[in-house]
């Protein structure tokens, strides 16, 4: 079973920053947040990925909580082409882990 | 980052025929791979891993009879619908993980659309 609550659908303006939340209340100490995102009728895309501390990229920003049961994705400048499917999904980063997908978050960016 | 192809990239075939589908990673060498079904409107779900030169361990609920998995090298990994009915028809998608150092990230194809009709 997914071990992350999203909210089903999000709608965000283009330019705008775009704020994915995710719990994961139960994620282990040794989990990782990792998020990918799905453009219709292609295969998920990695996004980012981090254990406690923020991580930002080319792509997109991570905030995790201290208390590492919820985490934020932040897309800083929203466009029409970043509308797809968000999941976030909490593994391990080594041996033999399996990524289990969620419902995700239908992000919509609107112009 | 790496990448991870599959063929054909959609497929229609006759109820009751076999389709195979391939999955290749094209510039690392995958010691998993894995295997997705997504419906419509729905998220993906793991059916299978496998490991190179090893059996694929199936999730609960799929049939491996059904289909059949082959991981015979590192770059590539075959997924084989036998018998394939109406219900059959999905979106197939693979990944591979390269697996080795402290590293792991796992690598998405493209996906396979087959229809059954």
């Known amino acids: 079973d997914a071990k992350t609550t999203q909210p089903p659908s999000m709608d965000c303006a283009e330019g705008r920053a775009a704020n994915l939340p995710c719990n994961h209340s139960?994620?282990?100490?040794?989990?990782?947040v990792y998020w990918y995102r799905q453009i219709h009728s292609q295969g998920p895309q990695y996004i980012i990925h981090?254990?406690?501390n923020n991580e930002t990229n080319e792509m997109a920003s991570l905030i995790i909580t201290e208390d590492r049961k919820s985490s934020t994705l932040i897309l800083p400048h929203a466009t029409l082409r970043d509308t797809a499917v968000y999941y976030c999904?909490?593994?391990?980063?080594?041996?033999?882990?399996?990524?289990?997908f969620g419902a995700g978050t239908r992000l919509f960016v609107k112009a | 980052g790496a990448v991870v192809s599959q063929h054909p990239s959609r497929v229609i075939c006759k109820s009751g025929t076999s389709v195979k589908i391939e999955c290749r990673s094209l510039?690392?060498?995958?010691?998993?791979m894995f295997w997705y079904r997504q419906f419509p409107k729905q998220s993906l779900m793991l059916m299978a891993t496998?490991?190179?030169?090893?059996?694929?361990?199936?999730e609960q609920g799929v049939e491996k009879d059904k289909f059949l998995i082959n991981h015979a090298s590192l770059t590539l990994s075959t997924l084989t619908v036998t018998s394939a009915h109406p219900e059959d028809s999905s979106f197939y998608i693979c990944?591979?993980?390269?697996?080795?150092?402290?590293?792991?990230?796992?690598?998405f194809g493209p996906g396979t659309r087959l229809t059954v009709l």
């Open positions: 496998s490991n190179e030169g090893s059996k694929a361990t199936y």
């Open positions: 999904i909490v593994r391990l980063d080594t041996g033999g882990f399996k990524t289990i």
């Open positions: 981090g254990l406690k």
């Open positions: 510039d690392f060498q995958a010691t998993t």
């Open positions: 139960t994620i282990s100490g040794n989990e990782y």
């Open positions: 990944s591979a993980r390269e697996g080795r150092g402290g590293y792991n990230e796992q690598f």
